[in-house]
């Protein structure tokens, strides 16, 4: 005796409506929380937790997850991994950093055994997520509209290089390290209180990052450019 079509297509969604019962670990991941995990993936490379290829690993895992249950396990042998925050879903304050126009409040830069490229005209967004291992990215911020004063930059090149250029004019900030190679940020503080901050922090291992003002290129008003911009 076969099951007629209705009591097949209750079968069929028994496992998925089982699954959404088992809990959090169901629910879809956002982008804020695999910005999170990778977060933690990268503090714990700096302090010596993960070597090079155990954190280009789980950071490539990271941007194929689909659920917090597969975000979870990638940092459950980390201390910032044991509370559930790490996978936590992105709170309102979070979503509410999205500037009212323009990209959104990240962008993500990956070069595995390639290269990107991210220049001229565009918004900047609250964030910059560049992560190159075995290639390049360069990242020229010298013709780029600021929304808002802060950027932060995460730089991650293993085996590779990330290139950053900024206005001459900003502030530029870092909080990284090297581990066997260079993270070189040429740190400067703007004479302006209202002039963009740009932090970059990271790591590079066995590749090098470089952040340092484009000569010639200057923001001359940042709120003047800000009107004329939107």
Do not use: W
């Amino acid at each position: 005796m076969t099951d007629s079509p209705l009591e097949k297509k209750h079968q069929e969604t028994r496992p998925a409506v089982k699954e959404a019962e088992a809990g959090g670990d169901s629910v879809r991941a956002s982008d804020a929380d695999r910005d999170r995990v990778a977060d933690i993936l990268r503090e714990a490379m700096a302090e010596g937790r993960l070597d090079a290829e155990e954190h280009s690993e789980r950071v490539d895992a990271v941007y194929k997850a689909k659920t917090l249950g597969e975000l979870e396990p990638l940092v459950r042998d980390l201390p910032a991994g044991r509370t559930h925050e790490a996978a936590a879903p992105a709170s309102a304050e979070y979503r509410t950093q999205a500037p009212a126009h323009g990209t959104g409040t990240k962008d993500n830069l990956v070069a595995i055994f390639s290269g990107a490229t991210r220049k001229g005209r565009f918004r900047v967004p609250a964030k910059i997520n560049a992560f190159a291992c075995f290639g390049g990215i360069d990242i020229d911020l010298s013709e780029a509209v600021f929304e808002q004063q802060h950027l932060q930059i995460n730089a991650t090149a293993i085996f590779g290089g990330i290139d950053i250029r900024v206005p001459e004019n900003v502030t530029l900030r870092q909080k990284g390290a090297g581990i066997f190679g260079g993270f070189d940020i040429h740190t400067a503080e703007s004479g302006d209180p209202h002039a963009p901050v740009v932090l970059v922090e990271g790591a590079a291992v066995f590749g090098g990052v470089e952040a340092k003002p484009k000569r010639g290129k200057r923001i001359r008003d940042l709120r003047d450019r800000m009107r004329k911009e939107l």
